[in-house]
Structure formats: structure tokens, C-alpha cells
């Protein structure tokens, strides 16, 4: 089965250890872009993923196409062009000091690529399921224009759309993505969000849970998604949870409404070693338990199990098999050494 995802990939530059920035002597390489991260969970797992995008024609541009297909994603769809890739630089943190990013995208090439300059028979042929994020609209009015028209090409072809709000306050207003998301909303058949991103956007709060102090009410997400299913009529929305002990160790759940019923997960208590890309994992957990037909239980549990997984492997791409993922689910999670 094909599954689209449509976004950015940038270039990831992060000082060695837990170095800031402005101790930095060397950085460590990755690339990555929420998108493209789900993509390469979805290869992972044995789907035919393809990732549409743009990146310069340099020696960056090939070295972010390269990290894709040496994982199995199908590259086909990525435009050459423009000026520049993305840059973001993080910052890992530990304990109490939190984890920072720091963006340098602006004028990167697929902020400027324009919906001609897609291949749309290719593109949306055979394809079953399309994904993209709010982080695409919100880059550019350029991008914003794109993701409109091709999901309104996508579900004239009756293709399954899913969106990860990803709300990212240093692109783009609350009010700003508010608008723009709410247009988005009527292509949307599962919507992925974690324990802030519908506050931020459509400002519905859970009762209940408060994100600084780590405490968050289940039965409050579930309020949220019978909101937001009455308002935009998803059928499926989905809830990544994370409760914030420290930056070194999280706990980590999820719930998954479903036509009206809400499912609960396990929670996972994660020793962080790289939280980017997590929720990105969730979500790719979510596309691929849905094209498999497992139950919604089944669903929601590999995806909080996948993207548990991925919070411990360095770089945005979650490189887990469905058999690792398998077994996390069936309680070998001890940490102790498989001969």
C-alpha cells in the first residue's frame, strides 16, 4: 500500500553529549522533518512510503534524498531547486534544563515550491493514504496554497487523509494557525495531536491536566476529542500523552477515539535518549496499524509502544522494525541484552 507524506526534510546540527550551543566545538549530523520521519517509520514497517518535497540541487539536497532512500522511502516525488536546505540546531536537554530548537529554514526550498511543480498523476496514483502536518502550512503562504489544493486533489480520488497538528509557535500565531487549520480540517479522516497542540490551535483545553507540572487528565483528552470530532465530524483523533518528569525521563501514553469510543494505552516510563521525532512515530504507528486493519486497541497500543521505541534511538528517524515494535507490546521492555 502507498502512503504520501508531504513536508520538509532539513538538516539537524546538534552540539556532541548535552553541550549548549555556545560551547559547541563540533555538532553531530541528522537529518529529519516530521514528514519525512513518518515515512521512514512507514518503510520501516514494510509499507510503500513516498515523501514529496523539494531540496537544492547541491551536495546537501543529495545527502537529505540519500538518508531517505537508504531507508527504503521513495524519493521520486522530491522536486530539485531553490536555494537552500533548512537548517534547525537542538539543543538535548537533561534533568530540569529542557530541550531547545533553534530554527534557520527561511527561503529553504520547499518553504517556496509551488503546487506546479508537483507530479500529481504520480503522486496520488495507487496511492491509499496521504499525510502531512500543520508545520507545512505554516511555512510559507507558498506551502499553505499546496497543501490545500493537493488534499483537496487527494479526496476527489477518495484517498485517507491524516494530520498531525504540530503546532509550532516560532513559524507561524495561534490565531494565524487557528484559520488556516480550520480550513484543513474538512480533508482531514485522522487527526494526531498531543497534550498541547489543541489548545494552541483551536483552544480547547483539557480539564483537569496541567502540561507544566507533568499531570494529565485522560478522561479531559477524551472531552477534547468529542469536541473536536462534533466541530470538524473526524471520526478518528488521537492523542499522544506525555508527562514531563524531567528532560531525562518522561512517561509516555496515548488514547485513540474512534467512531465515538476512546481507547486508553499503557503508559511507558522513557529514559530519554532523543525525544525528536516521537510523536512522529506515534503517528506513523497510527497510519500503519489502520492500513493493517488491527483493531483500534491494537492500533493505539503499537503506536505508543513504536514511538516509545524511537525516544531512545539518536536522530529524528525512528529505525524500528514491526517486530521490535511487537515486542515492546508483549512486555519485553527490562532493557536486558537479546542473544
Known amino acids: 500500500m502507498k502512503v504520501l507524506c508531504v513536508g520538509e526534510i532539513m538538516l539537524r546540527l546538534q552540539p556532541k553529549g548535552y553541550k549548549k550551543i555556545v560551547q559547541a566545538k563540533e555538532f553531530d549530523i541528522f537529518y529529519g522533518g516530521a514528514e519525512a520521519n513518518v515515512s521512514v517509520s512507514l518503510s520501516n514497517f514494510g509499507l510503500d512510503a513516498w515523501f514529496l518535497s523539494k531540496v537544492p540541487n547541491n551536495p546537501l539536497g543529495d545527502s537529505a534524498v540519500n538518508s531517505l532512500k537508504e531507508l527504503g522511502v521513495n524519493t521520486s516525488l522530491v522536486v530539485r531547486g531553490g536555494e537552500r536546505l533548512g537548517i534547525y540546531y537542538s539543543e538535548k536537554g537533561a534533568a530540569q534544563r529542557p530541550s531547545t530548537v533553534t530554527y534557520d529554514r527561511k527561503y529553504a526550498a520547499f518553504s517556496e515550491m509551488d503546487f506546479s511543480e508537483i507530479d500529481l498523476d504520480k503522486a496520488l496514483s495507487n496511492t491509499t493514504w496521504l499525510h502531512f502536518t500543520g ?3 505554516a511555512l510559507s503562504e507558498k506551502t499553505e496554497e499546496l ?3 493537493l488534499l483537496k486533489a487527494a479526496k476527489q480520488k477518495g484517498i485517507t487523509v491524516s ?13 494565524k ?6 480550513r484543513l480540517m474538512q480533508y ?4 494526531i495531536s498531543n497534550e498541547e497542540d489543541c489548545k494552541d490551535v483551536f483552544g480547547i483545553t483539557a480539564d483537569n491536566s496541567c502540561i507544566e507540572d507533568g499531570k494529565l487528565s485522560v478522561s479531559g483528552y477524551k472531552k477534547i476529542a468529542e469536541e473536536v470530532s462534533k466541530e470538524f465530524g473526524i471520526k478518528k483523533i488521537a492523542f ?9 525521563t518522561n512517561g509516555w501514553a496515548g488514547i485513540y477515539y474512534d467512531n465515538g469510543v476512546c481507547y486508553e494505552s499503557k503508559q511507558y516510563k522513557v529514559e530519554l535518549v532523543d525525544r525528536i521525532g516521537g510523536g512522529d512515530s506515534f503517528g506513523a504507528g497510527l497510519i500503519y496499524g489502520n492500513l493493517m486493519n488491527k483493531s483500534p486497541q491494537e ?7 513504536a514511538s516509545a521505541i524511537k525516544q531512545t534511538i539518536e536522530g529524528d528517524y525512528n529505525l524500528a522494525s514491526v517486530k521490535d515494535v511487537e515486542s515492546l507490546m508483549k512486555g519485553s521492555g527490562s532493557g536486558r541484552v537479546q542473544r
Request: with cysteine.
Open 135 to 137: 508545520i507545512t502550512p
Open 147 to 149: 497543501t490545500l489544493k
Open 163 to 175: 494530520c498531525d497538528l504540530n503546532y509550532r509557535k516560532k513559524l507561524w500565531s495561534q490565531e
Open 177 to 182: 494557525a487557528k484559520v488556516v487549520m480550520t
Open 188 to 191: 482531514v479522516d485522522l487527526l
Open 240 to 248: 499522544s500523552l506525555r508527562e514531563s518528569y524531567s528532560a531525562s
Open 299 to 305: 492500533t493505539l497500543d503499537f503506536a505508543v509502544a
